[in-house]
């Protein structure tokens, strides 16, 4: 009997509180639009000797907020520092609450299906928002960067974190939590709730609840900026946990960043020819370190997905080898060259190594290596390990043009006639 599911679903929703100036110092909090770094000041880029005050305004906002949701306020809250090292946070720690957070408990209704439910509220606390990175090359474009800005004028805008119960059964149930959400911080006043400008962010938790008893780890999706995509992001992720358990594996505990660059750059490969296993598994491994190397966007990689979505098609129909279509890739991000130009410059024969070509590649080995050929051609290889050891070869000299039974098959035959030569 196949066992049933309950998907467990939490929100960590983060809003941009509307004052006119920072968490802990006198800057302005209207940075959109703003020359970078601007809006700063001794207390926001951490330098020392500075020493916080609190904006009251902001505290006012958040139990505005906490009120509305029902929440209990605590009569004793408190600040903490949370230490971690990244360029978009000048002090290399944020100022955020931890056991003494504003409010506690509380809950907010939601109608999905024209039901009501009630989604439980776990705390609201008060924190910095971070700078933000602005990826550029030495000419200023953004197009091919290849280091980073670091702008500061968002860092210190005061944030409430509100933080939900694991109270949701489903994507649509999460939705409709966050457009609530929105509509009460907007009716309130508190915040414009605006996603696109990123002033109403939400980290999702899910995870799933087997009938048989187990649980899968709790994964974490990070900074999802729209409704549609945390949505879309829940149902993947509902899909893959439940396929592994299925399966007899383990859902791990981890943490996921949105990354539209990739799916976009995913669709666009497959949508030009590529499987989506394959597009996937290039996208995972070769793209990835591509970017990792670089600091790129997907977008601004030197070769467009409809191109890397026609090499990989011919990967797909067997043309070109993995090993000959990771050769191309590397030429083509290397030099920026289409794939015809990258064969050619790898050294890639299009639709493979055969015939006459494989027959050579083979003869040459084998040349170079008598002592080898000669135990194999005498009988003196029981075991064929040099008949192995020449077949490797081969297939390096080709750069895995070829299949192995075909690179085989040509081994024997050259062989055969080096034997009939000899008698």
């Not at 409430?160 to 999460?174: F, G, K, L, N």
């Not at 509509?183 to 939400?202: A, F």
Request: charged letters at 25%; aromatic letters at 6%; proline letters at 4%.
């Amino acid at each position: 009997m196949t066992p049933s599911f309950e998907t467990v679903i939490g929100l960590e929703v983060h809003v941009q509180l509307a004052t006119v100036t920072k968490l802990f110092c006198s800057c302005p909090t209207d940075y959109i639009g703003s020359e970078p770094n601007t809006h700063v000041c001794p207390v926001c880029l951490g330098l020392p000797g500075t020493l916080p005050s609190l904006n009251g305004r902001s505290v006012e906002l958040g139990v505005k907020t906490a009120l509305a949701l029902g929440c209990s306020i605590s009569r004793l809250s408190r600040f903490h520092r949370k230490n971690y090292f990244y360029p978009d946070l000048p002090k290399a720690f944020q100022i955020s609450q931890y056991d003494l957070p504003l409010a506690v408990g509380g809950s907010m209704p939601v109608f999905v299906g024209g039901e009501k439910k009630f989604i439980g509220i776990t705390r609201l606390h008060l924190e910095e928002d971070a700078g933000k990175l602005v990826h550029v090359t030495a000419d200023g474009r953004l197009s091919g960067r290849s280091f980073s800005n670091v702008d500061y004028n968002r860092a210190g805008v005061p944030l409430a974190e509100i933080v939900s119960e694991p109270d949701m059964r489903s994507p649509e149930e999460a939705r409709e939590y966050v457009l609530t959400l929105r509509r009460l911080v907007r009716y309130l006043g508190v915040s414009d709730g605006d996603m696109e400008s990123g002033s109403l962010r939400v980290d999702a938790n899910i995870s799933q609840k087997c009938s048989d008893g187990r649980w899968g780890g709790r994964v974490e999706i990070k900074n999802v900026n729209s409704v549609r995509a945390m949505e879309r992001a829940l149902e993947f992720e509902i899909t893959r946990q439940r396929g592994i358990m299925l399966s007899g594996g383990t859902v791990v505990q981890e943490v996921l960043s949105e990354r539209l660059d990739l799916a976009e750059f995913l669709e666009n490969t497959v949508a030009s020819g590529a499987g989506r296993d394959t597009a996937a598994n290039w996208i995972k491994t070769d793209i990835l370190r591509i970017i990792n190397e670089t600091g790129m966007d997907a977008r601004d990689l030197p070769f467009t997905p409809q191109v890397l979505g026609e090499l990989l098609g011919e990967v797909d129909r067997s043309s070109l080898s993995n090993t000959a279509a990771r050769d191309v890739l590397e030429v083509m991000y290397r030099k920026g060259l289409g794939i015809q130009q990258a064969m050619k410059e790898a050294g890639v024969v299009p639709g493979g190594v055969t015939g006459d070509l494989l027959a050579e590649a083979v003869r040459k080995v084998l040349d170079a290596n008598r002592e080898e050929t000669a135990l194999v051609l005498s009988g003196a290889d029981p075991s064929g390990k040099k008949r192995k050891f020449i077949q490797g070869l081969v297939m390096r000299e080709i750069r895995g043009q070829a299949s192995v039974g075909e690179v085989s098959a040509v081994i024997d035959e050259v062989l055969r006639q080096m034997r009939d030569i000899d008698e």
